[in-house]
Structure formats: structure tokens, C-alpha cells
């Protein structure tokens, strides 16, 4: 079965300091990974999508996201945070072809001035 | 393009009652999944619809069920709903072209169960 662990339920970094969000996958078979982005009472939005290809993924707002297959890892990153990435983040695993998905427990992240 | 649409955003039930829950996808997208999020259990899928067929069930009771009509909107159904039942149910569609079809995601339907 698949599973994702975001390890750290919240965090917080000062405005234009590094986002790091960390994501780890279990997948008995190559993965389709997500990173999405939750605004208060909002649904999901996809910030960007590992299919297959190019492991350093690109996405909106400025994020990017590392696919390494050795460390079963999928890290959100961004360089320098704003105000208005403050929300919750939600990594995701998907089977090839399957319309399921399995989330991690999420991570709030906090952007103090 | 219009986005996914849920009805009602929000719902107050008590214990014992029944609800219905309403999605309509983006045109054109045939396939629809609802997710259940609670600050508990997080986000876990619920089932998936394709051609109004059922293709994918997750975990829940026999009370959680769901149905698409020819023209892909999607209802799901909770029976007899339980405390535990308070959520936010969200509903994605998607594509059915390409060997990946992204979700799409709508803004959610909020259930309190009193």
C-alpha cells in the first residue's frame, strides 16, 4: 500500500528565509507524487506534479520540488518565503492510472515578518 | 473554463439524519472522487466514479455512498450520520485523456453533525 509522511505538522519561517517542506513516499511501484496548497476554507490547489522525467520539478508561485527515487524523498521547497504562501501543504501519491490519491497529514507553514 | 462545483458549501445535520452531498465537474471531465478531511484523520478518500460506474472505494462504511449521472455530476450520500461524520467533503474531477489525469479540486462541503 501507499503512504506519505510530511515530517513536521507545522512550520515557520521569517519572510524571504527558505521554505523547506518535507515529504517522504512508500510506493510498491513508480510514483505519480503531488505537492498542494490549502487556503482557509478553501479546497486543494496543485502546485506541481512528478509524473515521470525530469526528477527537479517546477511549479506555481515559485515552488519547486526534487523527486530522489534512492531516498524516497519529495521536498517542497522555496527560496524565499512570502506573506501569502502561508497555508497548509499537503503531499500526495497516486497510482499510474488509479484517480486515488493518498495525502500526508499535511503541514502548516507560518511566515512571520 | 468553470471550476468544480460543490453544493451546499455548508450543512448543519443531526445525529440519525441522512445528507446528500452534490458535485458538478469540469466540462468535459468524466471522472469524479470525494475525500473526506478531518483535523483527525486528515485526508482520505472516499471513492471515485467514472461513466457512472464505481472504479475505486477507500475505507468507509456501507453509509458513505455515491452515484454519477450521465452527465458526470455526482451526489454522495451519508445515512444515518454520527458525531464523527463532521468534515469538510471534497470533491475532484478529472480528464480521462494522457497517462496521468490531474485532479482538480473543488472548495469543499462543510458537514456539522450536532
Known amino acids: 500500500a501507499q503512504s506519505v509522511t510530511q515530517l513536521g505538522s507545522h512550520v515557520s519561517v521569517s519572510e524571504g528565509a527558505l521554505v523547506l517542506l518535507r515529504c517522504n513516499y512508500s510506493s510498491s511501484v513508480p510514483p505519480y507524487l503531488f505537492w498542494y496548497v490549502q487556503y482557509p476554507n478553501q479546497g486543494l490547489q496543485l502546485l506541481l506534479k512528478y509524473t515521470t522525467g525530469a526528477t527537479l520539478v517546477k511549479g506555481i508561485n515559485g515552488f519547486e520540488a526534487e523527486f530522489k527515487k534512492s531516498e524516497t524523498s519529495f521536498h517542497l521547497t522555496k527560496p524565499s518565503a512570502h506573506m501569502s504562501d502561508a497555508a497548509e501543504y499537503f503531499c500526495?501519491?497516486?497510482?499510474?492510472?488509479?484517480?486515488?490519491?493518498?495525502f500526508g497529514q499535511g503541514t502548516r507553514l507560518t511566515i512571520n515578518p | 473554463k468553470a471550476g468544480v462545483t460543490q453544493t451546499p458549501r455548508y450543512l448543519i445535520k443531526t445525529r440519525g439524519q441522512q445528507v446528500t452531498l452534490s458535485c458538478s465537474p469540469i466540462?468535459?471531465?468524466?471522472?469524479v472522487s470525494w475525500y473526506q478531511q478531518t483535523p483527525g484523520q486528515g485526508l482520505q478518500f472516499l471513492f471515485e466514479y467514472f461513466s457512472e460506474t464505481q472504479r475505486n472505494k477507500g475505507n468507509f462504511p456501507g453509509r458513505f455512498s455515491g452515484r454519477q449521472f450521465s452527465n458526470s455530476r455526482s451526489e454522495m450520500n451519508v445515512s444515518t450520520l454520527e458525531l464523527g461524520d463532521s468534515a469538510l467533503y471534497l470533491c475532484?474531477?478529472?480528464?480521462?485523456?494522457?497517462?496521468?489525469?490531474?485532479?482538480?479540486f473543488g472548495p469543499g462541503t462543510r458537514l456539522t453533525v450536532l
Open positions: 475532484a474531477s478529472s480528464s480521462t485523456t494522457g497517462s496521468y489525469n490531474e485532479q482538480f
Open positions: 466540462s468535459g471531465h468524466r471522472s
Open positions: 500526495a501519491v497516486g497510482d499510474q492510472g488509479a484517480q486515488k490519491l493518498v
